[in-house]
Each structure stands twice: as C-alpha cells, then as structure tokens.
C-alpha cells in the first residue's frame, strides 16, 4: 500500500468520501479504524492515513492486505504534538468531493458514509452530522437537536454550539470557501473553532439520528494521563475562539448560544471536575476569573440561560482569584441538590432554549422515542437505529 495509492486513480474513479485518520504511536488499531471505513463506504469511501512524527513502516505492515483502494498512507513529521497538524495535512491531500475526520482508536458503523453521502444528496446539504456512540454502545447526545424537524438542521433552534466536534462528513470546497482548518499547535481542543465554523457557516447541514453513526474509541480513554492541565493552557482553545474576529463580529444570539457551551463545557466543567478538594493554585483560580469575565463582556446573556447554582458558581469565579474562594464556591455548587441544578434563577429564562429545564426535556423525549423505534438486528453496529437518542 504506498503513500500516492489514492491519488494514482483518475477523479472519476476516485472515492466519494474520504475520512482522515490520524496515527501518532504504532499501537494504535489501525487496521480496524481502516477496515471500518471501508465498510462504512460499502465502495464509496477510503482512508488517508497521516503518521505523525512516526516512522509509517509498523501503519503499512498493520494495513497489509487490505485492498490498495481502502487506504493511502503519507507522512507528517512536523515536530509538534498537536492533532491538528496531522489532520490538517490530511485534508489538503484529499481529493474526494466530501471529506472527513476520524481518530485511530475510533470507527465508523457498517453503512454510515455510504447513508451520509446519501442524505447529503437527498437534502442538499454541504456537512452531515454523524451520529456518535461509543463501541460499548451507549450514545452521545449531541447535538441537542429538536424532534420535530426536517433533516436539515439549523445551528441556533438545534443547539449544534453543543456538538463542536466536526465528527461526520463536510465537502472540500466548503472547507476552501472559507479557509476552515482546525486550531494548529492545541494540545487539546484543536477543533472547536472549526466545528463552530463549520456549522455557523450558513451552509446547509443535514442531520438524522437514526443512521449508522460514528464509534467513538474507548481504548483511547484507558491511555489519557490523569495529570492535569494547568488551565491557562486547557483554555486556549477557549481563549481562541473569544479572542478572534470571528467570534467578536457574530450577532448577539449567536454569541450567547455558543458561550453557553463555553461555559458550561470548558469553563464550568473544568472548575467541578477539580472539585473543591483540588490543590487549588492562584495561577488556575486568576485565569478562571479572567476568563469568565472575558466571555461576560462578549456575551452577557449566556448566564442567564445556566442552572441557579451554575450562574452562583460562575459569578464566584469571575469575582476572585483565591483558592480559598473558590473552594467555597464549589463546596455550594456541590451541595446543589438535582432540582436546583435543573432550573435557572428567572422563572422566564427557564424557556430559553439553551436552559437545562427545556434542553433536559428535550434530551429525554429523544431517548425515550429513540428506545420505542429500535428494532431487533442480526448485527449490532449496523443501521443502528439507538442513534436517534442523538438528537438532543
């Protein structure tokens, strides 16, 4: 299988999707991630395969055998220990109509790109939103899409701020007109600008949950360090995003849509995961309170749509720098029973769509109609209907 196997066959044999799949250590399965685009193809579809800052000979061996179609293997050796970097490169050589992103430890259902490409073609749409699960089966309830709708979704009414992975397919030309490529240099979050940018593009995106969906890898959650990150660098995908004209020169809506997922994703998820027992640094503290008030300046209605408790906490940590502080902030926060945690200060900003009242509610009627559809299957991964619980 050599590096210019996809690019040796004429435009018009070529595939129509190519999904990007990047391998930075030799023990990644990447033969199951390749044989699963394959199938997800059923003939459309082939892998770039990028080897990052690795010597590609141990990718090749894992790939022997496989059909020179399936996959075409090049090299990347830029020194940097980024995703990005890799998947960036991946994409500019692709030459498929529609393209794609994938991590090695992950895989893709029989069908999915051959059942994407298809309703790209029925809708008109320029991105579709795979369906995610993870390999044990258990779906990822993003984005928080309405029930009620047509396959094409809208990013503000379908919440897709929430669903910033660009995990599904996108056309090249798309990503050309306007200069789309994920964050370079992020040891983490490299994709988030992209994936907001991508759905906020005024492009049509298509989205059904009930298709074959995208497996996210559990292997790979075994191999993340528990170190933690010291959160002036976990936060700069954050602070790239805020920072940047794009996000600046977005109408007041948008802006608000996308800080509430800011926050409670990144800002808020960051502080409780930590907890009030963490060692808490001043450095870590001092950057939480300026981001906060950063992200309050930009979008000053994104509070109102969080939980009681969630809006406390953030004023918390936008008001100090002291570990003490912010210790007590979060001992409240804990505290918080379920209840709380589900209603918002106003009685009026519990209607807000981004609310956790209404986008809650919105999550268990998918689940629930999403377990009333499901069918019995000879094989499990294949036209799995369990991806309609997505659609929140």
């Known amino acids: 299988m050599g590096e210019a196997a996809g690019h040796s066959r004429g435009a018009a044999l070529g595939p129509e999707a190519q999904i990007v799949i990047a391998v930075h250590t030799a023990d990644r399965p990447i033969r199951r991630a390749v044989e699963s685009v394959a199938a997800a193809g059923q003939g459309r579809a082939a892998a770039v395969v990028v080897c990052h800052n690795m010597d590609p000979a141990p990718v090749r061996k894992a790939l022997a055998g496989l059909d020179v179609s399936a ?3 090049v090299e990347l050796n830029d020194g940097i220990a980024s995703p990005a970097g ?4 991946g994409l500019r050589c692709a030459t498929a109509e529609f393209v794609g992103i994938m991590g090695s430890d992950d895989a893709l259902e ?3 790109v051959a059942a994407w490409l298809d309703l790209a073609a029925s809708t008109g749409a320029d991105a579709v939103i795979a369906p995610l699960r993870t390999r044990s089966g258990r779906p990822i309830l993003t984005p928080r899409a309405r029930i009620l709708r047509s396959a094409l979704v809208d990013p503000l009414k379908d919440r897709l701020a929430y669903r910033t992975a ?3 397919l996108f056309r090249r030309r798309l990503l050309e007109a306007h200069q789309l490529s994920l964050t370079e240099g992020l040891q983490t979050g490299e994709d988030l600008e992209f994936g907001l940018k991508l759905w906020f593009s005024g492009a049509p995106v298509a989205y059904r949950p009930g298709l074959p969906a995208y497996l996210v890898g559990e292997d790979a959650e075994v191999r993340v360090t528990s170190a933690v990150l010291a959160l002036k660098e976990q936060f700069r995908d954050v602070r790239h995003l805020v920072e940047g004209e794009w996000f600046a020169g977005l109408r007041p809506s948008v802006r608000d849509a996308i800080a509430v997922k800011l926050l409670r994703g990144h800002v808020l998820s960051a502080a409780l995961r930590r907890g009030s027992g963490f060692a808490w640094d ?3 503290c001092q950057e939480l309170s300026a981001l906060t008030a950063e992200i309050a ?3 000053p209605g994104a509070a109102r749509a969080l ?3 969630d809006a406390d906490l953030l004023a918390a940590l936008r008001a100090t720098g002291s570990p003490a502080d912010v210790r007590r902030a979060l001992q409240r926060r804990e505290a918080a029973g379920p209840l709380r945690r589900s209603l918002t200060r106003h009685l009026a900003d519990n209607l807000r769509r981004e609310a956790p009242l209404r986008s809650n509610a919105s999550s268990l009627l998918a689940s629930v109609l999403g377990k009333a559809r499901r069918l019995p ?3 499990p991964a294949a036209n799995s209907p369990q991806g309609r619980k997505d659609a929140t």
């Open 282 to 284: 001043p450095a870590d």
């Open 110 to 112: 029989p069908g999915a």
């Open 297 to 299: 300046v930009l979008a």
């Open 71 to 73: 996959a075409e293997v």
């Open 307 to 309: 939980s009681g408790p």
């Open 377 to 379: 299957r000879a094989v």
């Open 86 to 89: 890799p998947f960036n490169f």
């Open 166 to 168: 660009p995990l599904g």
